[in-house]
């Protein structure tokens, strides 16, 4: 079973520009969450969608968004880039019923790392 | 506010030796706690613990979770050198639709083992 996919892997933008990032969680889990990693901040909560719905939000910026597809591919979007954007993004998903004791792990995809300069 | 911390933050042992891992967390209404291996990119599932199980093994590696104390530790045997990395702690909790997805991390154990 191919695990979640993330591209691109790379990139580097420059501040004021905006970036879209995509993953293609495990087939057949319909629950996709971002993280943002850094090494002061370590690992942190961004969004998590669900039937393309987003259901949960962590404490960031509204430059910060992403929507889900019908087939729970998910891209985010991070509008006016700032020097402190630069981090890997993460991707997981996980096979939920939908409940909020889904009782299942995240799986993460190999990031994206972005570079603003 | 939820909080994980893992102790140390960085171990230095030989191949062979014994290592544990410690993870504390304060969190609202406690779901699960799980256990990662971070290497040079995605974070790889090691162990979900819940109320309904407080005990994990596989291989060499093990984890217990104490509810009461509010923390879990993961112990590896036998060390090699391919188990340096970062293991991550992290915990799910939260009230209703704010646990969906969330997970909230500690900021690791670095550990190196030496040949």
């Known amino acids: 079973k191919a695990g979640v996919t993330q591209t691109p892997r790379y990139l580097i933008k420059t501040r004021g520009q905006q970036v879209t990032l995509s993953c293609s969680p495990i087939s057949g889990h319909r629950s996709v969450s971002w993280y943002q990693q850094t090494p002061g901040q370590g690992l942190q909560f961004l969004f998590e969608?669900?039937?393309?719905?987003?259901?949960n939000k962590g404490n960031f910026p509204g430059r910060f968004s992403g929507r889900q597809f019908s087939n729970s591919r998910s891209e985010m979007n991070v509008s006016t880039l700032e020097l402190g954007d630069s981090a890997l993004y993460l991707c997981?998903?996980?096979?939920?019923?939908?409940?909020?004791?889904?009782?299942?792990?995240?799986?993460f995809g190999n990031g994206t790392r972005l570079t603003v300069t | 506010e939820d909080k994980v911390v893992q102790s140390p933050l960085s171990l230095v042992v030989h191949e062979g030796d014994t290592v544990t891992l410690n993870c504390s967390y304060e969190v609202t209404n406690f779901r699960s706690l799980l256990w990662y291996k971070q290497e040079k990119k995605a974070p790889t599932f090691l162990f979900m613990l819940t109320s309904s199980g407080i005990e994990k093994k596989s291989g060499r590696l093990s984890s217990i979770l104490d509810k009461k104390e509010l923390s879990s530790i993961l112990n590896i045997t036998a060390t090699q050198t391919g188990d340096s990395a970062i293991y991550l702690c992290?915990?799910?909790?939260?009230?209703?639709?704010?646990?969906?997805?969330?997970?909230?991390f500690g900021q690791g154990t670095i550990l190196t083992v030496h040949p």
């Open positions: 969608y669900f039937s393309e719905t987003q259901r």
């Open positions: 992290a915990v799910e909790g939260g009230a209703g639709g704010t646990s969906y997805g969330k997970l909230t």
């Open positions: 997981a998903s996980s096979f939920t019923d939908g409940s909020p004791i889904g009782g299942s792990p995240l799986h």
